[in-house]
């Protein structure tokens, strides 16, 4: 059975694990179903302010056209 020789050091193996451990994903959009316009999945539209077809909050005027 193969056996290291030398222990492999903290920085080796934390810079092995990084790529897989610390990968950010990119966010799930979901087109809003009151204006279409792309948002995050289970938050409020930053472009009208609906969730779940309701009306949470007053868009704000950097988003309004």
Do not use: F, W
């Amino acid at each position: 059975m193969a056996v290291p020789k030398r222990k492999h050091s903290k920085s080796r193996t934390r810079k092995r694990r990084s790529t897989y451990y610390n990968a950010l994903k990119a966010p799930q959009l979901m087109d809003c179903s009151n204006c279409g316009n792309p948002k995050v999945m289970h938050r409020v539209c930053n472009h009208c302010g609906h969730y779940r077809g309701r009306q949470i909050v007053e868009p704000s005027a950097e988003y309004q056209l």
